[in-house]
């Protein structure tokens, strides 16, 4: 084979691999969005149950399908679907994935907010992360925080990554919580 032959080779090898990477995020997308739309079809239907007035948004980000519900209006309706600490949100949210899993056979991730509460708290979870950093820089040794949902932790284990430091999740179940440390 020729110099010229094999250069040619390889960059048909190369275009395939992107034609085929291409089609694989198509798919991708293609999946989340069918997610999105299985999951806000299934809370749309809650919220007429509950008749509880909501706009419905998708978005498909970061390998993720994220659906948000508001109202132009300050509702307390939707604040009662939040909860406590954002207990009725998780359920919700699992019941929305659940509903996808049921039609698809397949698990999703995606990410439920309701009235901007998950924006709101990721500005709280960086402070928590940012103060735990600055205790272990005053004092070393470790921080524990509180117990959080597992998109609680991933957000702080990120923020804390971001400021150069090191966290861990420990503990079991509803008791599971981040340790920050130096190292």
């Known amino acids: 084979m020729s110099a010229e032959s094999t250069e040619e080779a390889m960059t048909t090898v190369a275009e395939d691999q992107e034609d085929s990477q291409e ?95 998950r924006k709101e708290r990721a500005g709280v979870l960086q402070q928590i992360a940012e103060d735990a950093v600055a205790k272990v820089k005053a004092d070393g040794g470790t921080v524990a925080l509180e117990p959080m949902s597992a998109y609680e932790r991933k957000i702080v284990h990120d923020a804390v990554a971001d400021l150069g430091y090191v966290s861990e999740s420990e503990g079991e179940g509803a008791g599971r919580h981040i340790v920050v440390s130096a190292d």
Not at 28 to 42: K, P, Q, V, W
Not at 43 to 52: C, R, V, Y
Not at 76 to 91: I, K, P, T
């Open 23 to 117: 089609e694989t995020q198509s798919k991708t997308a293609s999946r989340l969005e069918e997610e999105g739309d299985i999951a806000a079809d299934y809370l749309e239907e809650l919220l007429d149950i509950a008749d509880i007035d909501g706009d419905i948004d998708i978005e498909v980000r970061n390998g993720r399908t994220y659906i948000s519900i508001g109202a132009d209006e300050e509702s307390a309706a939707l604040d009662s679907l939040v909860g406590r600490d954002g207990e009725v949100l998780e359920a919700l949210q699992e019941l929305a994935r659940l509903s996808v899993l049921s039609a698809t056979e397949s698990r999703s991730r995606l990410v439920l907010d309701i009235n901007g509460y």
